[in-house]
């Protein structure tokens, strides 16, 4: 082939790219053009397998013209290719776009479960008092739980609270009193103490205003001169807070090994304000919590000298509290993990 014959072929080589490149519409018409004009068998190829038999003094001319040949081809071929990468670009820019203009999705905010609302409120109130909060784990050894709690191996006073057994030594609470315990065994004999205690309890309990599971809030404090009438304040002061100013407070004489003396304490009915209804079981009053001084039993079995310090203490139940404020029929609704009961609690 001399140059000029060559030449023809190279235009007419680029002529025919020129045409098909123009009816290259996908990837792979794309490969397509791309094996026939530059590829192993195309005619660039064989051109370039030809040089050899070109004379010497053509090859330079020659080797220029194939040059520029394999230049515009690969030209048409890049061209095409960036030209197609954009048309898939917009097409997913077209496919994949936001319209600002739609709601956004909603995100529900869950609400405070009414347990947990009573937790933060009691809190609340006695960190107002200066109290601290203590907490112990719900897997409680029954040293900590009964006996330095002034309830003896065999005491009857265990019946007063049938408790799920781990093993020998290791219960799950039936109270939060054993966090005196543990605070107690912290202070190592100094006062003052000044704790709250919330936390879950577990009983062999099972009806509509009690669970095996339910929550109670313990108070400890202890000082030189921590005397009854204070005890009587503190509670009166919480369930006014909790119930509303215009609540009377009473209190009964009762029992616990840990408390002598021991008060319960009622509330006058908030439904009927004392005339007597279901809720109070008509007799105007609503009992609420245990409470009482501390046993000089539990200062010297907890390393206090009962000489030099006194103190009191009480338990309030969690539930027992949200089920009244609340007007909860059921305990159990609680713990049923329905989300449909704590939303009516939501605080708008
Ligand atoms: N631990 C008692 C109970 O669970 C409540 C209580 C606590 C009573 C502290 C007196 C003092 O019933």
Redesign the pocket.
């Known amino acids: 082939m001399n140059l000029e014959e060559f030449k023809k072929k190279s235009e007419e080589e680029i002529a025919l790219a020129q045409k098909e490149v123009d009816d290259v519409k996908d990837e792979n018409s794309l490969n397509l053009f791309k094996g026939k004009f530059l590829g192993k068998n195309s005619n660039l190829t064989s051109f370039f397998a030809s040089m050899k038999t070109v004379p010497n003094e053509e090859k330079k001319d020659f080797g220029i013209l194939l040059t520029n040949l394999k230049t515009k081809l690969n030209a048409f071929f890049q061209k095409k290719e960036e030209e197609l990468k954009q048309i898939a670009l917009n097409h997913r820019l077209e496919k994949e776009r936001v319209d600002i203009t739609l709601p956004g999705y909603q995100k529900e905010l869950g609400s405070k479960h009414p347990f947990y609302a009573i937790v933060d409120d009691v809190t609340d109130f006695f960190l107002g008092l200066g109290y601290d909060v203590a907490e112990g784990p719900d897997v409680e050894s029954d040293e900590n739980n009964f006996e330095l709690m002034n309830i003896p191996k065999d005491h009857p006073a265990r019946d007063?609270?049938d408790s799920f057994s781990i093993d020998e030594t290791t219960i799950l609470r039936?109270?939060?009193?054993c966090v005196q315990a543990r605070v107690m065994a912290v202070a190592k004999g100094q006062g003052p103490i000044k704790v709250i205690c919330p936390g879950k309890?577990y009983r062999r309990d099972n009806d509509a205003t009690h669970s095996h599971q339910f929550g109670?809030i313990?108070?400890l404090v202890i000082s030189e001169d921590a005397t009854f009438a204070n005890l009587l304040e503190t509670l009166t002061l919480l369930l006014r807070h909790l119930f509303g100013d215009k609540r009377e407070v009473r209190f009964r004489p009762s029992f616990?090994p840990?408390?002598e003396p021991?008060v319960e304490a009622d509330i006058s009915c908030f439904e009927c304000n004392g005339k007597g209804c279901s809720l109070c079981k008509h007799t105007g009053w609503i009992e609420i919590?245990?409470?009482?001084m501390v046993n000089p039993n539990v200062l010297r079995l907890n390393g206090f000298d009962d000489k030099k310090y006194k103190g009191f203490?009480?338990?309030i139940g969690i539930d027992r509290v949200a089920m009244l404020k609340y007007g909860i029929d059921d305990i159990k609704r609680f713990y049923a993990n329905d989300v449909n009961f704590i939303d009516q609690f939501r605080k708008e």
């Open positions: 007063m609270q039936s109270h939060t009193s309890v109670q313990e108070g616990f840990f408390t021991s919590l245990g409470s009482g203490a009480f338990g």
